[in-house]
């Protein structure tokens, strides 16, 4: 089992900052994936940003050139600079675990509330 911990949503203008930290515990897989994902209210949940172990980098085309995904292996922390937010920013944001190991491992963080307001 691979326990996740978020922090660092909160209410900003709309233009303003935010960074998001994820930490991981547990059963820990050298080789993995870390990101985050968002739902906004009546939507489907979204990729945001993911990182690999080797810190190869994907993001969504929405987020391109404002947020920033980073990662510390020594902490298994995830972290997601959020620049120049936007309304349609607003969403609860979901970290993400994965790795495989003879089969997939998905595991979630409990979400947090980032609200941009216009």
């Known amino acids: 089992q691979v326990q996740l911990v978020e922090s660092g949503g909160g209410l900003v203008q709309d233009g303003g900052s935010l960074r998001l930290s994820c930490a991981a515990s547990?059963?820990?897989?050298?080789?993995?994936?870390m990101g985050w994902y968002r739902q906004a209210p009546g939507k489907q949940r979204e990729l945001v940003a993911t990182?690999?172990?080797?810190?190869?980098?994907n993001y969504a085309d929405s987020v391109k050139g404002r947020f920033t995904i980073s990662r510390d292996n020594a902490k298994n922390t995830v972290y997601l600079q959020m620049n120049s937010l936007k309304p349609e920013d607003t969403a609860v944001y979901y970290c993400?675990?994965?790795?495989?190991?003879?089969?997939?491992?998905?595991?979630w963080g409990q979400g947090t509330q980032v609200t941009v307001s216009s």
């Open positions: 993400n675990y994965y790795y495989y190991y003879t089969r997939g491992y998905n595991y």
């Open positions: 547990g059963s820990i897989f050298s080789i993995n994936r």
């Open positions: 990182i690999t172990s080797d810190y190869t980098t």
